[in-house]
T-cell receptor, first 113, second 111 residues
Framework: KAGVTQTPRYLIKTRGQQVTLSCSPI?????VSWYQQTPGQGLQFLFE???????NKGNFPGRFSGRQFSNSRSEMNVSTLELGDSALYLC????????????FGPGTRLTVT | DAKTTQPNSMESNEEEPVHLPCNHS???????IHWYRQLPSQGPEYVIH???SNVNNRMASLAIAEDRKSSTLILHRATLRDAAVYYC????????????FGKGTKLSVKP
């Protein structure tokens, strides 16, 4: 079974721009969660989507948003990029909402200059 | 909220067993204990989880103390590929499935 895939793997953007990252979950998994990883803050939860609805949200500003499609694929968007948004963005899928057994993709490395 | 405490780093020799400890003295009766690991330049990887009894899978074993205030992840024969940061994770109040990662234990494996 194919794992979680994320595109693109690397991205360089300029301050003030916006970016959209994509995640395809494992086949049959209906929940998708997004995490941000930085050297200073470690891994932090952004949000979780299930059945096209956001079910849970971490402590991030409204510039961070996401959505989920009917095929469970998910996108996250960051608007008005700041230098501090440079990070590894990880997507994880699970069978059900609220599951602690999650399967992560390789991440998208975003650099904001 | 249950808090976990892990050593910052550990070293092991290749092909020897490794015991990675985690203290969680404030764990509640219904909290599952989850372990993840993150290899260099990769996303975290689910390893194992358990509630009360010891658990085994193809990757590792999880030994849970009788009072559940601590647990130990056991890698039976460490390989170079097991060098990673290992995270012991418990649910946080209201977290509803979002994983709260601490700093974890960085395991180094020497050939």
């Amino acid at each position: 079974k194919a794992g979680v895939t994320q595109t693109p793997r690397y991205l360089i953007k300029t301050r003030g721009q916006q970016v959209t990252l994509s995640c395809s979950p494992i086949s049959g998994h209906r929940s998708v969660s997004w995490y941000q990883q930085t050297p200073g803050q470690g891994l932090q939860f952004l949000f979780e989507y299930f059945s096209e609805t956001q079910r849970n949200k971490g402590n991030f500003p409204g510039r961070f948003s996401g959505r989920q499609f009917s095929n469970s694929r998910s996108e996250m968007n960051v608007s008005t990029l700041e230098l501090g948004d440079s990070a590894l963005y990880l997507c994880a899928s699970s069978l059900w909402v609220g599951s602690y057994e999650q399967y992560f993709g390789p991440g998208t490395r975003l650099t904001v200059t | 909220d249950a808090k976990t405490t892990q050593p910052n780093s550990m070293e092991s020799n290749e092909e020897e067993p490794v015991h990675l400890p985690c203290n969680h003295s404030t764990i509640s009766g219904t909290d599952y204990i989850h372990w993840y690991r993150q290899l260099p330049s990769q996303g975290p990887e689910y390893v194992i989880h358990g509630l009360t009894s010891n658990v085994n899978n193809r990757m590792a074993s999880l030994a849970i103390a009788e009072d559940r205030k601590s647990s130990t992840l056991i890698l039976h024969r460490a390989t170079l590929r097991d060098a990673a940061v290992y995270y012991c994770i418990l649910p946080m109040g209201g977290s509803q499935g979002n994983l709260i990662f601490g700093k974890g234990t960085k395991l180094s494996v020497k050939p």
